[in-house]
């Protein structure tokens, strides 16, 4: 298992302590013996990398996560990415395209957030987090294998950007009534695609996970989400996965609740 710490933040000023959260996930894994499927968890053999990054210069920040994710997928069979808020998730699945491409296989996005991530921008080179899927969405991504799960708060310019562009979406509603059914939908939808899984840690609920920029009532409980993670780490053409917007300075207020969570779902994907 590879992982990277990516602590980049492009989130208009309302993101600054996620830089910090990949160590502080890994500190709190050392408390995980043994994940649910019995699965020893010894920080110490796991492969590690970190992208230094300068957040004061977005565009060498940009390319340096492109290309090390690149290197990554080229070289490395599955790669989890802890950010970091959701702005460094446009370089990584930048990358994942260019390497699917290069390849001739067919890439695969499902994103699990609270909001839709598809305001305009500034500057689609450097989107920050409330704009990054559709600057992805801009470069080429292929809209029809894209999904949306979470989905519980959006601006009309984003409602009205996923109509456009046809973006499938799951709502929450929809899992309250058939978890299981749910999640069969989900890797039905990847069957045959090389697959890459953004988590932005609000799609859960804050009464869960309470440190992030922007909490939404109505989210996931942290089981139902661990099961969720549980399934889709089965999926044999899973490649990529990132687990972003934790706040680890907002969350000493909370007793470690949301960086504890995110150790957590890491340790059901090893």
Known sequence: MFIVKVPGINGLGKTEGCENSGNKILDELKNIYMNEQGKIV????????EIHLDNSNLELTNNLIYKNSF??????????????DHSISYSITKAFLEHCKKSGKEPCLIVFDAHPDCMESADEKLPTHEEWLRSLINIGFPTKNIILVG?????IQESSFLKEKNIKTISMNRFSEDLQDTCDILMEFSNKKELYVSIDIDCIDPAFA?????QEPGGFTSRQFIYLIQRIN???ALRGIDIVEINEKEDKKNNNLTIKLGAKILSELL
């Open 42 to 49: 010894d920080v110490s053999l796991l492969d590690l990398e």
């Open 71 to 84: 290197k990554a997928f080229e070289n490395k069979l599955k790669i989890i990415f802890l950010g970091g």
């Open 151 to 155: 989905v519980r708060n959006q601006h």
């Open 210 to 214: 309470p440190s992030t920029g922007y």
């Open 234 to 236: 089965k999926i044999k």
